[in-house]
């Protein structure tokens, strides 16, 4: 049996938590937050306001890491140092630089396994998709988009003002909102060549972070991307995703993945699972990979989500911003992270 614990007790936790609770070789032991309100919030287990108490004295297998973005690398460390395996949730880090140190912590830890929450990686949409296109049977791909238009109320950052600032936050939309989108772009479509991107801030709300992005990708294989993802738009529409082989056009929207018959109409060929209540959008593919990640755990397997396989989301992300401030196109292999200030944007 697992002895699990949780850090961080916010929107995300609850998803984790229900994981959890359904898994016969997981036991929840502790939980820890900094907010003591949020005590009664998780019954029969310990709770602590300081995460370091907590691991000192807590006897754990794995973490699971729901915290603000600025305190993945620092707490994944860590746990990572106690001989503690790691579930983080997106992003991998602030931005490439932080996220290179994770892989080195990864690379000097072998014995403990860090895995990193992109579950739509395990969408039944996305498996599909995946399979199709691993057996070419509709030419080569030449083109991918990926469309995110959600809405944010100045109160999603008031509530919560890390979420607005870009030395707590990483970014704005991309790395919040979007991230599963540019992960899900590169995985598709394999390793970039370059970004040409530009960010802006659409809404008054007095934020550092962009609302606002979008980018042509260029992958070394040739396939040419579009990427555009907002939080000014007027509700959370379905995210797009289209992939354009030669002889054919896959796109995943609704929950639905389809192509297009002889006369243009629509094929349904694979639906998701649905998560049901508030927190719908977040897919219902968490539960897949946590318990994934606890037969890693158990049977000493590694085929789960990396370190490494989180990497390129967060370089897609630099390269859009230093492509936004330097107003060119910027090869992957040169993404900075220094002056990522979106102020002379």
């Known amino acids: ?20 609770q359904a898994n016969p070789t997981a036991e929840l032991v502790a939980v820890s937050d900094i907010d003591e309100t949020r005590r009664e919030s998780v019954q029969g287990v310990n709770f602590y306001t300081d995460y370091q108490e907590m691991l000192e004295k807590e006897t754990l297998d ?3 890491i729901c915290l603000p973005h600025y305190l993945h690398y620092p707490v994944t460390k860590a746990c990572v140092e106690k001989g503690i395996h790691v579930l983080q949730e997106k992003p991998l880090a602030l931005h490439t630089e932080e996220g290179l140190e994770l892989l080195k912590l990864e690379e000097d830890n072998k014995q403990v396994k860090i895995a990193i929450c992109f579950q739509n990686r395990l969408n039944e949409t996305v498996e599909k998709l995946r399979q199709i296109i691993a057996e ?40 919040n909102q979007a991230i599963h989108t540019l992960d899900l772009m590169q995985l598709l479509g394999g390793e970039i060549a370059t970004i040409r991107g530009t960010v802006d801030q659409l809404l008054d709300y007095g934020i550092e972070t962009e609302d606002t992005a ?32 030669e002889n054919q056009k896959l796109t995943i929207k609704d929950n639905r993945l389809t192509m297009l018959d002889d006369n243009g109409g629509k094929i349904v060929i694979e639906e998701d699972t649905k998560l049901y209540g508030s927190k ?44 936004s401030m330097l107003k060119r196109e910027i090869r992957i ?13």
């Open 333 to 345: 292999d040169e993404v900075l992270v220094s002056n990522r200030s979106l102020g002379d944007m």
């Open 136 to 175: 070419n049977k509709y030419g080569k791909i030449v083109g991918i988009k990926g469309i995110v238009t959600w809405a944010r109320t100045k109160s999603y950052y008031d509530n919560k003002p890390w979420r607005g600032k870009l030395d707590l936050a990483g970014g704005g939309v991309m790395i």
């Open 280 to 323: 719908f959008y977040y897919g219902a593919s968490h539960k897949k990979l946590i318990d994934g990640f606890y037969a890693c755990i158990l049977e000493n397997r590694r085929d789960f989500i990396h370190v490494k396989d989180a990497l390129p989301s967060l370089q897609m992300i630099d390269a859009i911003i230093q492509s």
């Open 214 to 245: 979008a980018a042509r990708i260029v992958f070394k294989n040739g396939i040419n991307g579009f990427f555009f993802a907002t939080n000014a738009n007027g509700n959370n529409s379905s995210v797009e995703l289209q992939i354009v082989c």
């Open 62 to 64: 794995c973490v699971h």
């Open 1 to 20: 049996m697992l002895k699990l614990a949780v850090i961080g007790l916010g929107d995300i936790s609850s998803i984790h938590l229900s994981a959890i």
